[in-house]
Structures are given as C-alpha cells and as structure tokens.
C-alpha cells in the first residue's frame, strides 16, 4: 500500500531564511510518482513539481529546489531565502502505476514566514 | 486558459439535507477527480472519472453519496442526506489520462452541516 509521511506538523521561520520540508514515501511499486502541491490561505491546491522514480536528478527552480533519493524513499523540498508570500500548507503526494492515477497525499507541513 | 471551476465555493446546511456540488474540469482533462478534505488533513480520494465513467470509486461512502458525469466534461457529486462528519472541504480535479500527469485542482467547496 502506497503511504506518504510529512512529519514535520508546522514550521516557522523567519523571512529569509533556508527552509526544508522532508518527506517520506512508501510504496511497492517500481514505477511511480511524486508531487508536491503548495495551499496558500486561499484553499487552491497549487501543483509545484512532478518526478518520476526513474529520474533522481535534483531540481532547482528558482528559490524552489527538490532533493528525490530512492535509498531513502525521501523527496525533500528546500525553499531558499524563504519570502511571507511563501506561508502556506505543503502537500507530498505519491501516486502508483499500479494505483493508477490515484494520489496519496501526506498530512501536509503548515510553513509560515515571519517578516 | 480557464483552471478547474467548481462551485458553490461555501454551503451550510443542516443535517440531514441533501446538497450538491458542480464541477467543470480543465478543457481537454478527460479525466475527473473528487476529493474530500477534512480540517488538518490532507485530501483523500472519492472518486475517479474517466469521461464518463468512474473507474475507482472504491472510497465512496455509496450509501449517502453519489456522482455523476453524464457527458464526460462537468460533474456533480451529491450527499443525501448530509451528516455532521461530512463537514469538510470538497476538492474537484482533472488531469490528462495519462499515468504519471500532475492534477489541477479547483477552488473546492466548504460545506458545513449544522
């Protein structure tokens, strides 16, 4: 059975500042697929990054970047120089082939951004 | 390009009332999604469309709720009658069929029974 674990309940930082928010994934299947969605106040789940589990590249998208390791089933998320806009819920979802689009969502990580 | 509209986007009712919820997906998304999202928690799968027809609707509680799309674009999910623990946010999807492809979400609607 496919499972995703934020254990991190809330953070808070200061503007600025480095953040990571970890997560952990289960799955038996070889062929999957890890998301992470960003929910600002408004509610909008917002989609901010796909990888497949034959891709362990790293990836950086501005002050945004990504840390996919397979030996540990982790798929990290590191904001750089973190911003207020940044506050919000983040979400981890995991989704199989054999699952078939379904997605697993984690408990979700409340960051919040002091100025 | 339009996101995934959904309306209303709040509904208060009280128990035992029924109540519907409106979908309409990204044009060209054949595939649909219904999710439940309780307070703290992260959204949970109700059920998947593809076009028209629902393909895993395995988490849906069949005996208060039901969904249709009956021309494969705009859906409707309806709870009657609604309980008190059904108090939540309603996330509607879509996406390409195809494995793998990111979900887009709308705006969701929050019911809450009294």
């Known amino acids: 059975a496919q499972k995703v674990t934020q254990a991190q309940t809330e953070i808070s930082v200061v503007e600025k500042e480095d953040v990571t928010l970890d997560c952990v994934y289960e799955?038996?299947?070889?062929?999957?697929?890890l998301f992470w969605y960003k929910q600002p106040p408004s509610g909008e789940l917002v989609f901010l990054i796909r990888?497949?589990?034959?891709?362990?590249q790293n990836e950086i998208s501005g002050r945004y970047s990504w840390n996919f390791q397979k030996s540990t089933s982790s798929f990290n998320f590191t904001i750089t120089a973190s911003q207020v806009v940044d506050s919000a819920v983040y979400f981890c979802a995991l989704s199989e082939r054999q699952g078939a689009q379904k997605l697993v969502f984690g408990q979700g990580t409340r960051l919040t951004i002091n100025p | 390009e339009a996101g995934v509209v959904q309306s209303p986007r709040y509904k208060i009712i009280e128990k035992k009332q029924p109540v519907a919820f409106w979908c309409n997906p990204i044009s060209g998304h054949n595939t649909l999604y219904w999710y439940r999202q309780n307070l703290g928690q992260g959204p949970e799968l109700l059920i998947r469309?593809?076009?028209?027809?629902?393909?895993?609707d395995s988490q849906l509680p069949k005996d208060r709720f039901s969904a249709e799309r009956l021309k494969g674009v705009d859906s409707t999910l309806k709870i009657q009658p609604a309980e008190l623990g059904d108090s939540a946010v309603y996330l509607c999807?879509?996406?390409?069929?195809?494995?793998?492809?990111?979900?887009?979400f709308g705006p969701g609607t929050r019911l809450t029974v009294t």
């Open positions: 990888r497949n589990s034959f891709d362990e």
């Open positions: 469309y593809e076009n028209e027809e629902a393909v895993d």
């Open positions: 999807a879509s996406s390409q069929t195809r494995l793998g492809y990111e979900q887009y």
């Open positions: 799955t038996r299947d070889t062929t999957y697929y």
